[in-house]
């Protein structure tokens, strides 16, 4: 049997989907069909939705669950109308919280998310660029300006993460491939001589090696690149030197960009220069 | 008088500061300061954010703000005893779904997020990487793969939208600049050759002119490309286009990046390949 749960948004629908998702991941013995339903923004809209809502009830043989965050009261009553087992985030909270903060509310939910501002709107631009022109140790001039520079093996995860840091918080993150190219008399792996200068900016990613030879494996198959030999002697490589130089390290096969993200953040205090919405 | 209000979590933070943030910004007119404050996943690191919460309050001579996404009792129990207004969102959901769903709920926050798993790793992966190598026109021969095609003025958003939507929902997007070499006899811009199968899928951006000069100058500083009759013109030309074409499209001045990514979804249909968690 399953259920359907709407998460619904008079804006992008971003918060009611991360509360939804997280309430529901909850509880996992249940088969639930997550649908988002953004700019619900007028009562036709809305009219429109609780049909779906009431249709989706007799489908199911079920109510829905529906977790919103619309701030306009007509609009709410339409949907608050339809058949539906009701999460109600913003009627749940604001009333004590406008006896805490002993005012009213304002009933302008995504306008005050300064996000679309000038200067954040800049410093978002500045930092995709930042991570576009210094992605992969295209350049190394910049690394002055750069709050981090990631560090690890080709295809290890650095450019989603440097990319996801620069969009959600614009931090203007470099990231520059551990190779061979790089080994010693010795066949140790040494700090390339672009990065010495900026050691206190590294940070680095390790990865399992059977998902890194899957990943190269999809870009030259059959490769010695992609083989798990190399993958294996890489891999070891780098968190040798992440050891010997004392350079922090993050596992990207255990975490998602999101948490790598995040965890580079609290464990560097690395400083936001906006916040996501 | 100011107030200070902590996100807290035992993952990314990202749920409970999503939420903290709508719900805070119905109170504009009280001056918040607002810190996350993820992976508090053991009792020590909860003792210590207590403490930092008492310290705040005796500062700040208010108790602050506590919204949580922390599903362990014992941790919950430390920051519970610290002084502060707590907007308890699992306590005050879960039950009342777990009745609703006549199930008990698995106290595993994050962990059914499955943004980790290898699939959606390896979709995000390739959605990054196919926004990357189809940037900005670099490469037409993959549009066929491609799910949206942005065009638009040089510098008017289309990277960081493209780059967003891979990352946030694994959707491939592909962006192609309408430039001054695409305008025919008459001086009216024409639909670029690469383009013309493609045309289903395009959606278009546009963007105030003066934003656009003020973004164009930090590039190229006193240029005719970044010069306010350069970029009215271009944009005009642009937009009478999409008109001409039925491209759909948005202002990018309008909207965050995120806002300009869900509404694209929401207009188009566009499927995701994964969610955002």
Same mark, same amino acid.
């Given at each position: 049997?399953?259920?359907?749960?709407?998460?619904?948004?008079?804006?992008?629908? @971003?918060?009611?989907? /991360?509360?939804?998702? &997280?309430?529901?991941?909850?509880?996992?013995?249940?088969?639930?069909?997550?649908?988002?339903?953004?700019?619900?923004? &007028?009562?036709?809209?809305?009219?429109?939705?609780?049909?779906?809502?009431?249709?989706?009830?007799?489908?199911?043989?079920?109510?829905?669950?529906?977790?919103?965050?619309?701030?306009?009261?007509?609009?709410?009553?339409?949907?608050?109308?339809?058949?539906?087992? *009701?999460?109600? +985030?913003?009627?749940?909270?604001?009333?004590?919280?406008?006896?805490?903060?002993? #005012?009213?509310?304002?009933?302008?939910?995504?306008? #005050?998310?300064?996000?679309?501002?000038?200067?954040?709107?800049?410093?978002? @631009?500045? !930092?995709?660029?930042?991570?576009?022109?210094?992605?992969?140790?295209?350049?190394?001039?910049?690394?002055? *300006?750069?709050?981090?520079?990631?560090?690890?093996?080709?295809?290890?995860?650095?450019?989603?993460?440097?990319?996801?840091?620069?969009?959600?918080?614009?931090?203007?993150?470099?990231?520059?491939?551990?190779?061979?190219?790089?080994?010693?008399?010795?066949?140790?792996?040494?700090?390339? *001589?672009?990065?010495?200068?900026?050691?206190? *900016?590294?940070?680095?990613? #390790?990865?399992?090696?059977?998902?890194?030879?899957? +990943?190269?494996?999809?870009?030259?198959?059959? !490769?010695?690149?992609?083989?798990?030999?190399?993958?294996?002697?890489?891999?070891?490589?780098?968190?040798?030197?992440?050891?010997?130089?004392?350079?922090?390290?993050?596992?990207?096969?255990?975490? &998602?960009?999101?948490?790598?993200?995040?965890?580079? @953040?609290?464990?560097?205090?690395?400083?936001?220069?906006? /916040?996501?919405?």
């Amino acid at each position: 049997m399953q259920r359907t749960a709407f998460f619904i948004s008079d804006g992008t629908g @971003i918060t009611a989907e /991360s509360l939804g998702r &997280s309430l529901l991941a909850q509880f996992s013995d249940v088969d639930i069909n997550m649908q988002t339903k953004p700019y619900i923004d &007028s009562l036709e809209k809305a009219q429109n939705l609780a049909a779906i809502i009431d249709a989706t009830a007799v489908r199911d043989g079920q109510r829905p669950i529906i977790i919103d965050t619309i701030v306009d009261q007509q609009i709410r009553d339409v949907i608050r109308q339809a058949s539906g087992f *009701k999460v109600d +985030i913003f009627s749940t909270f604001l009333e004590p919280l406008e006896q805490e903060l002993a #005012t009213h509310s304002s009933y302008s939910v995504g306008r #005050t998310h300064s996000i679309g501002s000038d200067d954040v709107y800049m410093d978002r @631009i500045h !930092s995709v660029h930042f991570a576009l022109d210094n992605d992969d140790g295209a350049r190394t001039h910049q690394y002055d *300006k750069a709050d981090v520079i990631l560090v690890g093996v080709s295809r290890c995860g650095k450019t989603p993460t440097s990319l996801y840091l620069a969009l959600q918080f614009g931090i203007r993150a470099a990231n520059y491939p551990l190779t061979e190219d790089d080994l010693d008399e010795d066949g140790m792996l040494k700090l390339p *001589k672009a990065l010495a200068p900026h050691r206190h *900016k590294l940070f680095g990613l #390790t990865i399992d090696a059977r998902r890194l030879a899957a +990943i190269r494996n999809e870009r030259r198959p059959n !490769s010695r690149y992609s083989s798990m030999d190399q993958c294996m002697q890489e891999i070891e490589q780098a968190e040798a030197l992440y050891r010997r130089l004392h350079v922090p390290y993050i596992d990207a096969t255990r975490f &998602s960009v999101e948490e790598i993200s995040t965890r580079m @953040i609290a464990e560097t205090g690395l400083a936001r220069r906006f /916040s996501p919405r």
